[in-house]
Antibody, heavy 120, light 107 residues
Framework: QVQLQESGPGLVKPSQTLSLTCTVS??????????FSWLRQPPGKGLEWIGY???????YYNPSLNSRVTISVDTSKNQLSLRLSSVTAADTAVYYC????????????WGQGTLVTVSA | DIQMTQSPSSLSASMGDRVTITCRAS??????LNWYQQKPGKAPKVLIY???SLVRGVPSRFSGSGSGTDFTLTISSLQPEDFATYYC?????????FGQGTKVDIK
């Protein structure tokens, strides 16, 4: 059973860069069964797909965030990371990491989510 | 981007009711449609993939139908644990867009 745990600062100042890490346990980030994803959910609102990465480094990003987002993997630590630059209050959200099962095309394992607030 | 539109945005129902939620895609997505359930403070949980396929372990009272642009999630007999928000998501292409959600609460 794959488990995912997000970590990172809960408060980021406007214009700065949001950085989060997702630690994968119970499975390998080099698995060819999955893409590893980031999603977010503003308080009281719906889900937004940020992007995902294959362990080889291939990435797909949401064009609405494309110029500000970077997703990377550290295979030695079994971790994936998210960097979102030039944040504003609109980036305040619960951020989730999740697996994307390639065989069937859905997010099957999720982290618990971490709230990031953008505020001065 | 493919736009996903759910209706209704919310509904009130009683235990034992049959509940239907619809999801419409802005273009043909064949059967590349997932349904998720989310409870307050929790991550979403996948229920159905490929429009009609039940994920292992999900109760059979959940079912999905549709293809092309119009899809339906049906709960045949609402149980206490089914009060939650439901989201559709297209898996046809990236970005993997979601509907805005349908909140199911107690009448």
């Amino acid at each position: 059973q794959v488990q995912l745990q997000e970590s990172g600062p809960g408060l980021v100042k406007p214009s700065q860069t949001l950085s989060l890490t997702c630690t994968v346990s119970g499975g390998s980030i080099t698995s060819d069964d999955y893409y590893f994803s980031w999603l977010r959910q503003p308080p009281g609102k719906g889900l937004e797909w940020i992007g995902y990465i294959y362990y080889s480094g291939t990435t797909y990003y949401n064009p609405s965030l494309n110029s500000r987002v970077t997703i990377s993997v550290d295979t030695s630590k079994n971790q994936l990371s998210l960097r979102l630059s030039s944040v504003t209050a609109a980036d305040t959200a619960v951020y989730y990491c999740a697996t994307w099962l390639l065989l069937h095309g859905y997010h099957d394992y999720w982290g618990q989510g971490t709230l990031v607030t953008v505020s001065a | 981007d493919i736009q996903m539109t759910q209706s209704p945005s919310s509904l009130s129902a009683s235990m034992g009711d049959r509940v239907t939620i619809t999801c419409r895609a802005s273009q043909n997505i064949n059967r590349y449609l997932n349904w998720y359930q989310q409870k307050p403070g929790k991550a979403p949980k996948v229920l159905i993939y490929d429009a009609i396929s039940l994920v292992r372990g999900v109760p059979s009272r959940f079912s999905g139908s549709g293809s092309g642009t119009d899809f339906t999630l049906t709960i045949s007999s609402l149980q206490p644990e089914d009060f939650a928000t439901y989201y559709c998501q297209q898996s046809y292409n990236t970005p993997r867009t979601f509907g805005q959600g349908t909140k199911v609460d107690i009448k």
